[in-house]
């Protein structure tokens, strides 16, 4: 027996059996909807746009028939971008993968092509060896490889911050570049999300957790958008490894040991003999006589003016 199946829009599923996706139908048909508002929108403005203009030089007749074609035109492609877009979004948040996967592609039959299998074996070993073999240069790229990842990754989180909260739409995650801490990504927030939502209790933590990170830090990253917000991810603390100081590289090793020393540093074996040996008994150590508190006090004053009549 067969059975009957029924293809929806970027994908196909059966009747009875398991379904395989790539929008799922929701999705696929609130930009359906979307899709065909905006074709008769763009029908209506473009095409009595263009039937204007056309009028001045072609009959009214003939003008307002080409406005209503070339409207019908441009609200078609409308209505494809606006319909494919979430597929066309896919392969905008894996262009970089693709590009590279084609690069490698397309870069190994170029070499196939023009040079023998050793020599082209040789040139792929030297191209994948060299930068693995190089320690900075292997660090570099594995901080550049988590810059791509941290981005999926973000992105699959605010997905899961949107299912849960049932409003807003997916960022934007506009550039990545990797840090001494860890990573450091630029994010532009659509309606529904705002910083607030991403400083709640266990949001930032969640965060972390997605991205495989010890700490995750979100901060406005411009005074005039409050949308562009900048995602700072720990994943090592880099003042807390062991610096070797280069200072005792410069101290020479070749000093005599009565060189002179700097006018500064203070002579070692001191001998003065204007110094007595024995402690000298100072006046501070010799107590003085208290006088009685009752005691009258008489001061000479050359004016004959005393303190004492106004005490």
């Not at 763009?42 to 028939?65: E, K």
């Not at 035109?73 to 409308?78: E, N, P, S």
């Not at 969640?206 to 979100?218: D, G, P, T």
């Amino acid at each position: 027996m067969s059975k009957s199946t029924s293809r929806s829009p970027f994908g196909w599923s059966n009747r009875g059996g398991n379904a395989v996706t790539v929008v799922e139908a929701p999705v696929a048909r609130s930009y359906r909807r979307r899709a065909t508002i905006a074709f008769w929108v763009t029908l209506g403005v473009v095409g009595l746009l263009a039937a204007t203009v056309a009028s001045h030089y072609l009959h009214p007749i003939v003008g307002a028939l080409l406005g209503g074609i070339v409207g019908a035109l441009v609200g078609a492609v409308v209505f494809v971008l606006i319909v494919a877009w979430p597929v066309l979004r896919v392969f905008w948040h894996w262009l970089p993968e693709i590009v590279l996967g084609l690069a490698a592609v397309y870069g190994w039959n170029t070499v196939m092509q023009s040079t023998s299998l050793v020599v082209s074996l040789l040139i792929v070993a030297l191209v994948v060896g060299l930068p693995a073999a190089i320690g900075p240069v292997r660090r570099r790229i594995m901080a550049v490889t988590w810059c791509l990842i941290v981005r999926h990754r973000l992105r699959l989180c605010f997905a899961a911050f949107i299912a849960t909260n049932r409003h807003g739409s997916l960022p934007l995650i506009l550039l990545a570049r990797p840090t001494p801490a860890g990573e450091r990504v630029w994010v532009w927030l659509r309606p529904g999300l705002s910083l607030r939502d991403l400083e709640q209790e266990g949001q930032v933590q969640k965060l972390a957790v997605a991205c495989w990170a010890n700490e995750v830090r979100v901060m406005r990253a411009s005074r005039r958008y409050a949308a562009l917000i900048r995602v700072d991810i720990t994943r090592r603390e880099p003042l807390a490894a062991t610096i070797v100081s280069p200072l005792p590289d410069y101290v020479p090793t070749d000093v005599p040991a009565n060189a002179p020393t700097s006018p500064g540093m203070p002579p070692v074996g001191l001998d003065l003999p204007d110094v007595p040996d024995e402690p000298v008994t100072t006046t501070a150590d010799t107590p003085r006589p208290r006088r009685p508190r009752n005691t009258p006090t008489t001061t000479t004053n050359p004016t004959g003016f005393d303190p004492s009549d106004y005490a």
